[in-house]
């Protein structure tokens, strides 16, 4: 039996009608002469701010909700659908390309409950894997003509690959972050058994985050972007 976790824009719908409630109060600061002084000003300064986040940040939500269809993870009869993320198109994986759905934890700076997160580990071979990503990385590495400061970023990459902290076997290829939406574990796992009897829920704690090696993907990605335009203007 397929599951799906549906976003619920609560907050976002609240966050922008707080913002654009106050937005008339904030704008009738800035005209009256009482807050004309240094102290009013950063006061209404601040005001704005929260204001232009409240809105801003609740219209970004509800966008990306759109994008996503209100799908922020689905596990289906063919394979698995993550929702948009921050830059990212809504993402499916078929079963014979997924190793594992993975839950991990990701510290705060300020409060001490980490942000819970959902992906898929995919299978060496997979497309957008890490094993993929290797053989990219290798392939860069010994491309002839490469800057110093290239060169050096690449072997970072390589480390950090092949640092004994990275969870590589749980390494995911694609999340979505636990919120405005909520998770059935139960539900989670029995539709797992049902689909896909292969496939683990696997639970990582807080430590070295399996999506860290994303953005080492996205710089690849980048430099391979710019060897092409470099090799055509020649």
Known sequence: MPYRVRFVPVLPVLMIVVGVAAAPLVAAGMFTAEMRAWQAVLGIAFWVVLVLWLVGSGVARLRRMVRSRWTAFAVEPDGVRIGAGPGTPPRFFPWSDVAAIVRFDVPRVVRRAPIRHLGVSLRDGAPGG??????????????????????????????????????????????????????????LERAL???????????????RSPHEWL??????????????????GD
């Open 130 to 187: 890490v094993a993929e990503f290797e053989q990219r990385l290798a392939a860069a590495r010994a491309r002839p003509g490469l800057t110093d400061a290239d060169r050096e970023t690449l072997g970072h990459m390589a480390e950090r690959l092949a640092g004994d902290g990275f969870p590589r076997d749980h390494a995911v290829s694609a999340y979505v972050r636990q919120r405005d939406w909520w998770l059935n574990r139960r539900a």
């Open 193 to 207: 058994r049902e689909l896909a009897p292969g496939v683990p829920l696997v639970e990582l704690g807080v430590g």
């Open 215 to 232: 953005d080492d993907r996205a710089r690849l990605e980048s430099l391979e972007r710019s060897a092409r335009l470099d090799r055509s």
